[in-house]
């Protein structure tokens, strides 16, 4: 079934224009909430590209830079939003390329 964009519900979205821009406001909000407490902190550096999946909320998946402090990293981050859950509404996953062992995982 598709909506009035033309998108399958359910289905992997590629996102452009104005919804990218909300995407990548997500992404930055999200990652510093993480960094606060004893969370690790990134910055973006570089998005290369994100799509959006709606299941029970939205799922961002994000192929990204990130950066902490020097060091910069080929990333991929998830992140999935349920906003109508006022405790652990959004949880995040950051696995970095070439590094399959070293992965975040954090809901809050």
Do not use: H
């Amino acid at each position: 079934m598709a909506n009035q964009g033309g998108n399958l519900c359910g289905g992997v979205n590629e996102i452009q224009g104005e919804d990218f821009q909300q995407a990548l406001d997500v992404l930055n909000k999200t990652l510093a909430t993480l960094a606060t407490g004893d969370g690790p902190s990134f910055q973006v550096v570089k998005v290369k590209s994100v799509t959006s999946q709606v299941v029970a909320g939205t799922l961002y998946r994000y192929q990204v830079q990130l950066s902490q402090g020097d060091d910069i990293k080929e990333s991929y981050v998830e992140i999935w939003s349920q906003p109508w859950l006022q405790e652990k509404g959004t949880n995040i996953k950051i696995k970095f390329e070439g590094e399959e062992t070293n992965t975040i995982d954090s809901t809050f």
